[in-house]
């Protein structure tokens, strides 16, 4: 498995912004879907955005207007842009990947993909 590694966390007022970073290595491959995730304390995984192959991108229903999704292929990096940020934005971000020949990738579930990094904290309080 390929270790990708976040980074960009931190504290934020709400309304404020954040931009997370992840580089990830395999990214120059052709059959690549890459997403961010994340865990706030006691919920669930669950997907934020996601973006596929092809260049197509999927949201969260909570995040949708407010977070960007967007990578940087040439440099092997991808981001989450957020804006507008709230209380509940609070949790331990993660990015993943997954080679398929799926055409779009998924927000859910978190175990379709197979390479993640281990996290960057985002508190908005």
């Known amino acids: 498995h390929v270790q990708l590694v976040e980074s960009g966390g931190g504290a934020a007022l709400p309304g404020g912004s954040l931009r997370l970073s992840c580089v990830v290595p395999?990214?120059?491959?052709?059959?690549?879907?890459m997403a961010w995730f994340r865990q706030a304390p006691g919920k669930e995984r669950e997907g934020v955005a996601c973006i596929d192959r092809f260049g197509g991108f999927y949201y969260a229903d909570s995040v949708k207007g407010r977070f960007t999704i967007f990578s940087d292929k040439a440099r092997n990096i991808l981001y989450l842009q957020m804006n507008s940020l709230k209380p509940e934005d609070t949790a331990l971000y993660y990015c993943?990947?997954?080679?398929?020949?799926?055409?779009?990738?998924?927000?859910?579930?978190?175990?379709?993909?197979?390479?993640w990094g281990r996290g960057t904290q985002v508190t908005v309080s």
């Open positions: 395999v990214y120059t491959r052709s059959m690549v879907h």
């Open positions: 993943a990947s997954v080679s398929t020949s799926a055409t779009r990738c998924l927000l859910q579930p978190s175990s379709w993909y197979e390479d």
